[in-house]
């Protein structure tokens, strides 16, 4: 979930840590190298191994190879972390005291090569240890004194020195404490930062690639730093990666556009046709940052969707007025068609009074028709969808539609998978068959077969495709535009909203209406969604 995406994880050990210790390990390499080196080519060299030279070279040569087994541990990370960093100064402690013994003990100056380990192994461990491997020097710095004050006969005066450098390392154990403290904090702080800004930065991808219209980012070079899909499919592929793309040489129309606003901010609306797609959009600006100078973000619309959602509120609040409209006249026409009835039903009428009162009634019913149209559009939205086995509602349907209008049984042809299923209103799906075949039965040639009913998975996909086609003239390329229309019919006893109604249905159970073009008669295609078992 993006919930749990957003959240800082704990990490595993850095792999800078790691990274240090092998620093380390190369200055012990550096330190035990020089002394055995040296040793090697020139002897004892006082104060280095001036007491004890074979002790010296020995502990040097020992120290080398303790180095170079801390490179191969280090490697395979062996054993964890701590543990090895501990072992290590342990090490450092042991080899430089007995160096500094083999030299003459305190008054050589080897035991401030203990300073480095210190130093090191405080900042290593982030000051934990530091301490701790202060008090293991000090104790070893002492205990190596009290051996040449009882064993040596040396000089007690050089407790003065022990204990100062003592000291000594527990003020640089304490400094590297306070010193890693804060790093550690100035780390976490960042790593925090540096993860939230992260986590800003895809979220606003997401977002981006969320949005229905084109976004493009541009900087104030005008290079383009983010973009979505919908920004690619209004202007086109470009040639060069997006990462390295300059808007002005991407679009030069747009990128002069955005200098336009540059100089005119209140100027910030700008229509443009797109060569490469054929398109014509919108682009809009909006800047980034307090003073406009971080470049800007471009939104960038479709205008022929905008049209057509400005077209669909249109007609929304068109039969919204309809339909108020038809409420108000429904009781009027009532009133009009039972006075007409009335007066039919009146004696000693001649032929001219019962023509006219025929053609008033056949006109009442008409616009009653009318008016059910309209109050059946207003209430599409509400659709209760239901899972409907294909095969048997056709069956079901055919079945009651030839009886109703009286149509030989064979006119109907009916082609339907059994294990066919989708999502339906199943009130709305018979409005659409029923007046979608009425038609078909009024253009047909009323022969076996004239009307054929048809449904099929198209694939790739799962959508249902369910046709209803007639051997009639079908419909010329000319009307064909302005089919689903409302009021717009070619028959002088219809209301011009049957099919209009039948795509907003269709609409509503998120489901579409087409006319398809065929090689002879007229064909409606209803698709949807199929229901997988």
Request: proline share 4%; net charge neutral.
């Amino acid at each position: 979930m993006l919930t749990e995406w957003l959240q800082v994880r704990p990490r595993p050990q850095p792999e800078s840590y790691w990274r240090y210790l092998r620093y380390f390990n190369l200055f012990r390499l550096t330190l035990a190298g020089t002394f055995a080196v040296a040793y090697a080519l020139f002897g004892a060299i006082n104060p280095f191994g001036a007491y004890h030279p074979s002790l010296f070279y020995a502990t040097s040569i020992a120290y080398v190879f303790l180095a170079a087994l801390m490179i191969v541990l280090i490697d395979i990370r062996w054993p964890r972390f701590n543990l090895l960093l501990s072992a290590q100064v342990s090490a450092d402690i042991v080899f430089i005291v007995l160096l500094m013994h083999a030299s003459g003990g305190i008054q050589s100056g080897l035991g401030l090569f203990l300073l480095g380990p210190l130093v090191a192994t405080g900042m290593v461990s982030r000051g934990r240890l530091a301490m701790f491997h202060a008090a293991m020097a000090s104790i070893a710095l002492l205990l190596e004194q009290t051996y040449q004050v009882m064993v040596l006969e040396g000089s007690a005066k050089d407790y003065l020195q022990t204990s100062l450098t003592s000291m000594g390392f527990f003020a640089i154990a304490g400094l590297a404490f306070v010193l890693t403290k804060r790093l550690t904090v100035t780390e976490n702080l960042a790593q925090k930062q540096s993860i939230d800004l992260a986590n800003l930065a895809q979220v606003n991808q997401l977002v981006i690639q969320g949005m229905q219209d084109g976004v493009l980012v541009v900087d104030e070079q005008g290079r383009v730093r983010q973009h979505n899909g919908e920004a690619e499919k209004l202007l086109g592929k470009p040639s060069a990666v997006w990462s390295r793309l300059i808007l002005n040489n991407y679009f030069p129309a747009l990128s002069e556009c955005l200098q336009r606003w540059h100089t005119d901010p209140s100027n910030d609306r700008f229509e443009l046709s797109v060569p490469a797609t054929g398109k014509r959009i919108q682009a809009s600006f909006t800047a980034i940052g307090w003073d406009e100078v971080l470049g800007a973000v471009i939104f960038l619309e479709d205008l022929s969707l905008m049209q057509a959602r400005a077209q669909q509120n249109k007609l929304a609040a068109l039969g919204r007025l309809t339909a108020n409209i038809a409420h108000e006249i429904r009781n009027p026409l009532s009133a009009i068609n039972h006075a007409t009835e009335l007066l039919q039903e009146e004696p000693g009428k001649d032929a001219t009074q019962a023509r006219l009162l025929q053609i008033i009634h056949d006109n009442t019913h008409r616009l009653d028709r009318m008016v059910q149209d309209v109050l059946q559009l207003n209430r599409r939205d509400r659709a209760t969808p239901e899972t409907l086995h294909l095969g048997e509602i056709l069956r079901q349907f055919t079945e009651q539609f030839c009886q109703t209008e009286k149509i030989p049984a064979k006119v109907v042809v009916l082609d339907v998978a059994n294990d066919l299923t989708v999502r339906f209103d199943r009130h709305h799906l018979d409005q659409v068959l029923w007046n979608l075949c009425r038609n078909a039965w009024r253009y047909c040639r009323r022969q076996d077969g004239s009307i054929r009913l048809r449904a099929a998975v198209a694939l790739p996909g799962n959508v249902v495709q369910l046709d209803v086609a007639d051997d009639g003239p079908g419909v010329a390329e000319v009307l064909r535009t302005q089919l689903f229309e409302p009021f717009f019919t070619t028959d002088s006893t219809g209301t011009g909203l049957g099919l209009y109604i039948a795509r907003e249905l269709c609409e509503a159970n998120g489901a579409t209406l087409d006319y398809i073009e065929a090689p002879q008669g007229g064909q409606f295609r209803i698709s949807t969604e199929g229901v997988m078992d």
